[in-house]
């Protein structure tokens, strides 16, 4: 295969899809220096080359409703991406998570002769199983990070490649809290509670207030023989950061937060506890070995349309691989701060060693070469013979 042919169509609609896709790219980079990589990608992506044919941030979008709000763009932008790659095939096309916009691109590239592959399962094991059949037609491969999703695809004879998960080869299995506290310039004896809300408009939007007065209770009712309390929010993006400060100056204006943009990653080494939106951030919290508290809320008419649907006993990442309760979750209604406080009061000011064994073998279970696990199944998909 000639390097200057070679053309890698990817598309990702969030910040974790564009950790997956910079992972990716770095390793087919190795292999193919002279690629095309074109389609949509976030700022890692773009950083190594990337050539984005739209902003990313146009599908970052959650829910039934959020949805039904930007469809016409969604489908103007998914109609334009399969024109664009049926005129200029790509050697393979790989979406990256988004599976609702992903797997019916897929499917439409697919049945024109082009190779796909779709890195992330979605939860097709949680809810909407029949989708396992839409992803068979639709997709050459699919490449999971989680070792239980492989099982679950063998059973429907669906190409699958467990490759692991890239975050846990890139976070250390010791995560250093006093390095990362003086990296930051937190101080190195308070007590550090971090609160994070998430990376999308949305989330913010209905978890900033409840984390907010949890931490202003907390404040009021901490043990009196307790460090300094400290809070500390890491943004995704100066855009998110922006919406933070809006939100607090209407629930909290009084309350001293230190707000770090595009630091995530250290905050959470930094802290003690974290009070955090559900995603893919509670597998990265795991990875460094954090206690936590996982809200959720989705918006009301979303919920209760689909949560019949859920069969899970979790549904953050943490508890679902460790096949057991190690965090504790609160979901729609469950989110107050009533319910929240003492859950980070236990893990704030209580030893919370036990976890860290957990969280370990979790880590070593994901811990696979996973961007070069993953280039080497998108390579060999190529190389191989229809």
Sequence with gaps: MNNSEVTFAIVVGEHSGDTLGAGLMQQLQLKHPNATFIGIGGPKMLALGFNSLYDMEELSVMGV????????????????????????????????????????????????????????????????????????KATNMVLSLLPFEKAFYDKHQIPCTFVGHSLADDIPLVSDKNAARRALGLSESA?????????????????????????????????????????????????????????????????????????TQQVMAA???????????????????????????????????????????????????????????????????????????????EDQSALDQAFTDIHLALKQDASAQAAKAVLDLIECED
Aim: hydrophobic share 45%; proline share 6%.
């Design 65 to 136: 409703f959020e949805v039904l709000g930007r469809l016409r763009r969604l489908l103007h932008i998914r109609k334009s991406l399969t024109e664009h790659f049926v005129t200029n095939k790509p050697s393979v096309f790989i979406g990256i998570d988004a599976p609702d916009f992903n797997i019916t691109l897929e499917g439409r590239l697919k049945a024109q002769g082009i190779k796909t592959v779709h890195y992330v399962s979605p939860s097709v094991w949680a809810w909407r199983e029949k989708r396992v059949f839409k992803i068979a």
């Design 271 to 349: 802290s003690d506890c974290l009070l955090t939106a559900s995603g893919t951030v509670t597998l990265e919290a795991a990875l460094v070995k954090r206690p936590m508290v996982i809200c959720y809320k989705f918006n009301p008419l979303t919920y209760h349309m689909f949560k019949s649907f859920v069969k899970l006993r979790w549904f953050s990442l943490p508890n679902l691989l460790a096949n057991k309760s190690l965090v504790p979750e609160l979901l729609q209604s469950e989110v107050t701060v009533d319910n929240i406080l003492p859950l980070i009061k236990e893990r704030l000011f």
């Design 191 to 263: 007590k550090i509670l971090a609160l994070m809300p998430g990376s999308r408009g949305g989330e913010l939007s209905r978890l900033v207030e409840p984390f907010l007065l949890t931490a202003k209770k907390l404040l009021n009712s901490a043990p009196s023989d307790s460090a300094e309390i400290e809070f500390v929010v890491p943004m995704i993006s100066d855009k998110r950061a922006e919406q933070f400060k809006q939100l607090q100056q209407k629930f909290a204006p009084e309350l001293s937060v230190n707000i770090i943009v595009g630091k």
